[in-house]
């Protein structure tokens, strides 16, 4: 199955002094040596260097050349597959936001539903549970019991 990572475990991965830091570093060590695809988007890359890089977010944030360089360092990597808007784009959010009516914080969550869409990227690895409100995703809470033995 095909999946993605939402940001928020980016941040926990980088964020030592998160309790959720040891399951978000163990999947990111798991996406990053593993050889099966894993689906980056580009809002998402880009949303974790704006927030660990932000001094009122992160007691200890990242300068912005060690983001920069914790996404080079995921990007380079041949089973990482990155990928943002393309020609459909606009179709598919249309779509995808009519049965959930995003507002507020709910429209970055319908922007990465409609690029895993567009994408054809099945599952989202989150804490939010937000996503479970939008229907044709598999949504992975690795802050969950049920994978603590492993990330598949």
């Given amino acids: 199955m095909s999946s993605t990572l939402d940001v928020n475990v980016?941040?926990?991965a980088a964020d030592e002094t998160s309790d959720r830091h040891p399951r978000a570093r163990a999947l990111l060590d798991h996406v990053a040596t593993s050889?099966?695809?894993?689906?980056?988007?580009?809002?998402?890359?880009?949303?974790?260097?704006r927030?660990?890089?932000h001094p009122s977010i992160l007691r200890a944030p990242l300068s912005p050349e060690a983001a920069i360089a914790d996404i080079d360092d995921l990007v380079q990597r041949p089973q990482i597959?990155?990928?943002g808007e393309g020609d459909r784009f606009?179709?598919?959010?249309?779509?995808?936001?009519h049965g959930v009516a995003p507002r507020g914080n709910l429209v970055p969550d319908a922007?990465?539903?409609?690029?895993?869409?567009?994408?054809?990227v099945a599952a989202i690895w989150?804490?939010?549970?937000d996503f479970r409100?939008?229907?044709g995703i598999t949504v992975k809470d690795p802050f969950d019991e049920r994978y603590s033995a492993g990330f598949e």
């Fill in 51 to 53: 927030i660990i890089t």
């Fill in 90 to 97: 606009w179709e598919t959010f249309t779509r995808v936001a």
């Fill in 111 to 120: 922007h990465l539903v409609a690029l895993m869409a567009e994408n054809g």
């Fill in 81 to 83: 597959v990155t990928v």
């Fill in 133 to 135: 409100k939008f229907s």
């Fill in 10 to 12: 980016l941040v926990y």
């Fill in 35 to 49: 050889p099966a695809i894993t689906y980056l988007l580009w809002p998402v890359l880009l949303g974790y260097v």
């Fill in 126 to 129: 989150t804490g939010d549970r």
